[in-house]
């Protein structure tokens, strides 16, 4: 059985694509059982909304508690200067060219916002 899992690949800064899909997409995936777990990637200019917006880092807050996982690109972090905010939200930061190569090559379920 293929695994029951979504990443959710989040690349763009936009403030409304970031409230109006990412967050709510991955909170009704992990409150309706669309998924069994749901993963959040936070990659390039995502960083730096998340550490730079409240409204954004209240809506990450409230996927926590209800089991949507994030993740951050740590090389993107440091690049933007965001690792303190990223890690102060408890956003998990790692290198995540490899790991996402891995992911695609095998076939995983990627949606890229």
Not at 86 to 104: F, M, Q, V
Request: proline share 1%; aromatic share 8%; charged share 20%.
């Amino acid at each position: 059985m293929k695994n029951n899992h979504l990443y959710i690949l989040w690349t763009n800064d936009n403030e409304l694509t970031a409230e109006h899909m990412v967050m709510m997409y991955s909170k009704n995936a992990v409150l309706r059982n669309w998924w069994d777990k749901v993963t959040v990637i936070i990659w390039g200019a995502t960083s730096k909304l998340v550490a730079e917006n409240t409204n954004i880092q209240n809506l990450i807050k409230e996927g926590q508690e209800v089991g949507v996982e994030f993740s951050g690109c740590l090389a993107c972090a440091k690049n933007l200067g965001t690792v303190e905010k990223l890690t102060e939200l408890e956003i998990e930061l790692k290198l995540w060219g490899e790991p996402l190569t891995d992911l695609i090559k095998i076939g995983e379920h990627i949606l890229t916002v």
